[in-house]
């Protein structure tokens, strides 16, 4: 008998281990769907913006199917839990913010007197994050924007220092030489 994993084992199963991040981008992705719906047109993909790097990530790997080897999946690093959706071909954005008490509470603590007591931590705030009020979790902005459009395909030229290809727009330019930024630095 095969049985269907739910959409919360499956986004676990590709993450590899049980934790509150993964159950707040969990519940942004859910967010997300109930907010800009089924896909407007069969070509349509699902860009996501994310302005840090954590376990949320992998919830919009499975739950939106965007990926960041796609580049449907990006991270611009600003230390801020704000995650932007859109789907390609539109101008409606989706931006939603974690609110800062929600984040405050679900912060892991230092220590633990023992393993139960952490795991025992674990299923309580995760069971937190998916349950508080969505007024205590995040606040959502919806605007006329268009999230990235890069579609443009890399250029690659030689860093005149190591030798190794670099893309241009990655490079830095003097005349006709580039230089890669590992060398540039
Ligand atoms: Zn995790
Ligand atoms: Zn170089």
Same mark, same amino acid.
């Given at each position: 008998m095969c049985v269907e994993k739910t959409p919360w084992e499956q986004v676990v199963d590709f993450h590899g281990h049980t934790c509150p991040g993964i159950a707040l981008g969990f519940r942004v992705a859910q967010i997300a769907q109930r907010e800009l719906g089924l896909r407007p047109a069969p070509a349509a993909e699902l860009l996501v913006k994310a302005e840090t790097q954590s376990c949320a990530l992998d919830a919009f790997q499975i739950l939106n199917k965007a990926t960041c080897g796609r580049g449907t999946l990006q991270i611009k690093e600003k230390g801020k839990h704000v995650y932007s959706f859109q789907y390609s071909g /539109? &101008?409606?954005? $989706?931006?939603?913010?974690?609110?800062?008490?929600? *984040?405050?509470?679900?912060?892991?603590?230092?220590?633990f007197p023992g393993p139960r007591q952490?795991?025992?931590?674990?299923?309580?705030?995760?069971?937190?994050?998916?349950?508080?009020?969505?007024?205590?979790?995040?606040?959502?902005?919806?605007?006329?924007?268009?999230?990235?459009?890069?579609?443009?395909?890399?250029?690659?030229?030689?860093?005149?220092?190591?030798?190794?290809?670099?893309? /241009? &727009?990655?490079? $830095?330019?003097?005349?006709?030489?580039?230089?890669? *930024?590992?060398?540039?630095?």
């Open positions: /539109t &101008d409606d954005l $989706v931006r939603i913010a974690l609110k800062g008490d929600l *984040l405050a509470r679900v912060a892991e603590p230092a220590s952490r795991q025992n931590w674990v299923l309580e705030t995760i069971q937190f994050i998916l349950t508080c009020p969505e007024e205590d979790f995040c606040t959502l902005r919806r605007t006329p924007a268009v999230l990235y459009n890069d579609t443009a395909a890399p250029r690659w030229t030689t860093c005149s220092v190591c030798g190794e290809a670099v893309r /241009t &727009d990655h490079a $830095v330019q003097t005349g006709e030489v580039f230089k890669c *930024l590992t060398c540039a630095d």
